[in-house]
């Protein structure tokens, strides 16, 4: 199939302006400064905090739209943030996969998944204008010679198959395309490069930043701290603070270090404080998701996490304490997290729930070989050996398969309401491939508020903060509850390209 032109160009950036449980401190205070008077080390047109989708997105639009001085700052040694380790998984409605796979799909239909996800607190307008240019965004990834799987993968939660995913399965396989498109434009890309704070302007604008070089992560730090000047403003795109224990816990008590978290560890969060700092307005930071396909047995985000969010569709998940299911296994990622979190066995402790799948059907994808080997998933060839390993009741694990395979043939899940229509002809048979579930941290829906010119609204003055941007996973209030997955792809570049295009046309 043509994956390289999904626009028709007709569309392009039309209509715009519509508008393992890392332990880590809390990061050093930083503050922000009046710059008047200031010492400036060095003066840009378009700075940008953060190399994730978010910064490179908005990086490469800015240079498209005209900008000839535009760099990245990163505080870690290496680009991409949590982009880079990503599952590569990009959701966008009307694309031309959806045609030839003949699915119905709609910014609409797209925007209704998320709301209903969002349970009654999502940002209906953020959502709309992402799910508008979805397409261009990928569109971008495509120019910048991104590769995707030739068929979509119906993700829990999305009423319909829209999401693409990269034939590396990680979100690498956009983020070094990015990364090359926007050296190929001349921008100018700094690693070991901390912001520490911003400089203001008399009436409040902001107008540079304080950076610090040379900076080693979670070391003390020797660099020295230079001032930026920046000719057209600042946009921040510095990701979530999932591994930031002490923040994190300070929203929800029971997420400790304890805990499983599959972010990189570069997700502390310290760009969100210091624009709270300066008047941003906080919204749903208690809101931090849970990933529901992660496993016990491996560090982070590891094999099965992929593994299981294509075989979801047509597996069964079983509570290895009654051998029956306990959820509809393409639920939102909060109904399901929370569902494994109540698998305990008779006295309370966590007993992680286990996913069916028969083997003939796993395979497909190129993770099972994987979590076969390295001992995170096994392959059974009866239902005897499985449910003795895993020591389920056999009798009614048995009944469940009978029962779960009779929703297969009929296309009615009577049990969950799941629905059947990837699961089509794929009957839970031996052999099996089997792993274990347990829900780990892994984003966060909170953050500072933006609009949809991607604008930080100052909670004193009631307006957006002068030279200030924000885009990608430091926004909050976009998916509310519980966003799905694959959205956050397009709503971190969608947001980073709309970030540019409000800076350049200020
Ligand atoms: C393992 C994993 C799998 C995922 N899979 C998917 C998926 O398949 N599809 C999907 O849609 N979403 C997925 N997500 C969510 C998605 O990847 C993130 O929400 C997204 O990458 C965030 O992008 P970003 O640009 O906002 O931030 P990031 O990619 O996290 O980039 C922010 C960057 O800012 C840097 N930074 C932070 N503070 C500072 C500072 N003070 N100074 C300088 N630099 C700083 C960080 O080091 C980081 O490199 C996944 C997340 C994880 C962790």
Same mark, same amino acid.
């Given at each position: ?7 028709g ?9 519509? =508008?393992? %449980?890392?332990? /880590? !401190?809390?990061? +050093? $205070? ?7 008077? #200031? ?10 905090i ?8 908005a ?11 535009v ?11 949590n ?32 709301l =209903?996800? %969002?349970?009654? /607190? !999502?940002?209906? +307008? $953020? ?7 979805? #397409? ?24 319909v ?138 560090g982070?985000f ?44 008779e ?18 994808h190129?993770?099972t ?19 003795k ?42 052999p099996?491939?089997v ?72």
């Amino acid at each position: 199939m043509s994956n390289k032109d999904l626009l028709g160009r007709r569309n392009f950036i039309k209509g715009f302006g519509a =508008a393992a %449980g890392v332990a /880590i !401190a809390a990061p +050093a $205070l930083a503050v922000s400064e009046k710059a008047d008077g #200031v010492k400036w080390d060095k003066e840009v047109e378009v700075l940008i905090i953060g190399s994730g989708f978010a910064g490179l997105a908005a990086a490469i639009e800015a240079t498209r739209k005209g900008a000839k001085d535009v760099h990245i700052f990163e505080k870690m040694s290496y680009f991409g943030g949590n982009s880079a380790i990503n599952g590569g998984l990009f959701a966008a409605p009307g694309t031309p996969m959806q045609k030839e796979e003949g699915v119905k799909d709609s910014v609409e239909t797209m925007v209704a998944d998320q709301l =209903a996800s %969002g349970r009654g /607190i !999502a940002d209906e +307008a $953020l959502l709309r204008h992402v799910a508008e240019h979805a #397409v261009e965004a990928l569109q971008m990834t495509l120019d910048a010679g991104s590769e995707y799987h030739p068929y979509l993968q119906q993700l829990g939660g999305h009423s319909v198959a829209r999401t693409y995913q990269t034939t590396v399965s990680c979100g690498a396989g956009i983020t070094q395309p990015l990364l090359h498109e926007c050296r190929k434009l001349g921008v100018h890309t700094h690693n070991r490069a901390k912001f520490e704070g911003f400089l203001v302007g008399d009436k409040g604008e902001v107008v540079g930043v304080k950076m610090r070089d040379n900076y080693h992560f979670g070391e003390d730090q020797p660099g020295k701290v230079t001032n930026i000047r920046a000719t057209r403003g600042v946009i921040m795109a510095t990701g979530g603070f999932a591994q930031n224990v002490d923040l994190r816990m300070a929203q929800d008590p029971t997420l400790t270090s304890e805990v499983g978290c599959t972010n990189a560890p570069g997700a502390t969060g310290e760009g969100m404080y210091e624009m709270f700092r300066l008047g941003a307005i906080p919204v749903h930071l208690a809101h931090i998701q849970s990933g529901p396909w992660a496993s016990p047995d491996e560090g982070g985000f590891g094999y099965v996490s992929n593994y299981s969010i294509y075989n979801f569709p047509h597996s069964m998940a079983v509570n290895r304490l009654t051998g029956k299911r306990f959820m509809n296994e393409i639920a939102d990622r909060k109904t399901r997290a929370d569902a494994e979190l109540n698998c305990r066995d008779e006295k309370g402790n966590a007993l992680p729930p286990i996913l069916i799948t028969s083997y003939k059907d796993s395979k497909k994808h190129p993770n099972t070989k994987k979590v076969i080997k390295y001992n995170v998933g096994w392959k059974f060839d009866s239902v005897e050996e499985l449910a003795k390993h895993f020591d389920v009741p056999l009798a009614p694990l048995k009944a469940q398969i009978t029962e779960y395979n009779e929703y297969v043939k009929t296309g009615n899940d009577k049990q969950f309401g799941k629905n059947m229509t990837k699961a089509k002809d794929k009957y839970i048979e031996a052999p099996f491939t089997v792993v274990r579930l347990w829900p780990k941290v892994h984003y966060c829906q909170g953050g500072v508020q933006v609009n949809t010119n991607a604008e930080v609204k100052d909670s004193f003055t009631g307006k957006s903060i002068p030279g200030l941007y924000a885009a990608g996973e430091v926004c909050g209030g976009i998916h509310g509850v519980s966003r799905l997955g694959s959205c956050s792809i397009p709503e971190c570049m969608v947001m980073g390209m709309t970030a540019a295009r409000s800076m350049m046309k200020a």
